[in-house]
């Protein structure tokens, strides 16, 4: 809303929710590796899935769904994958995703903005539970992956998965401060995880502000077109 405000001079009103949010979350969970980090997914998704549990997994990429998909065929999972490369599946994929035992795979480009009703028994079973792979520039796609979930006021639950390896990190964080930090995830050092969570957090931030920026730039020159052209 700020962001209306300082460019457009509109402001902007929250809207609570209609039933309350009962979405379960824990902290981000954090790995010094990428290769870690798939392992944890795959470890958590088997899990959920055990306990009949649906569960929406969000990925970066259309790379990055096949190769988890590859993954869990390995584990003799039957899933389903919506990428934007199967269109006409996609129908059909959504409206099965928050039925018992389902296992889908999305981009958070064609996953972020559908609402997935839970099955029969589904709910009794926690509802939906979203597994967010890769923190993305904006908050704001996280946020809607995560609003996949516990929606109108079912149940539902979400994770946030880390590694020092992602892509947001290792365009805004300076190597060395990775390496560090990987060693004091490795070894366990106190205060470790934590302080990846906090970086995360401000390379997000740093990514923010830089579009903000790229965007009032495209407003100010459209703008300055429209007085300028006139007397051309």
């Known amino acids: 809303m700020g962001e209306f405000w ?27 590796s990428s290769e870690a980090k798939w ?14 549990q649906p569960v929406l997994i969000g990925t970066r990429s259309v790379k ?8 869990l065929r390995h584990k003799e999972m039957v899933i389903e994958v919506l990428n934007a490369v199967r ?10 995703a928050g039925a018992v035992g389902r296992v889908t795979i999305a981009t958070n480009m064609a996953g972020r903005g559908t609402d997935i009703k839970l099955g029969t028994g589904a709910a009794e079973l926690g509802g939906l ?26 149940p539902g639950s979400a994770a946030i998965f880390l590694s020092l390896d992602d892509e947001l990190v290792q365009r805004y964080v300076p190597k060395a401060v990775r390496m560090v930090l990987k060693v004091m995830v490795n070894h366990h050092i106190p205060g470790g995880k934590s302080l990846v ?21 495209v407003v100010q020159m459209d703008r300055w077109l429209d007085k300028a052209l006139p007397f051309s």
């Open 87 to 96: 269109h006409q599946d996609e129908a059909r994929i959504i409206a099965g």
């Open 39 to 52: 392992c944890g997914i795959v470890e958590m998704i088997v899990s959920r899935h055990k306990l009949g």
């Open 6 to 32: 300082q460019i457009y001079n509109l402001a902007g009103v929250v809207i609570p929710t209609r039933r309350a949010v009962i979405r379960q979350m824990a902290d981000p969970l954090v790995f010094a």
């Open 129 to 154: 539970h979203v597994i967010v792979t890769e923190m993305h520039d904006a908050g704001r796609i996280d946020r809607q992956l995560l609003g996949r979930c516990g929606r109108q006021g079912d």
């Open 197 to 217: 969570r906090l970086l995360f957090r401000l390379a997000q931030h740093k990514a923010e502000q830089q579009a903000f920026r790229r965007r009032r730039a």
């Open 64 to 71: 990055a769904s096949e190769q988890l998909a590859e993954r």
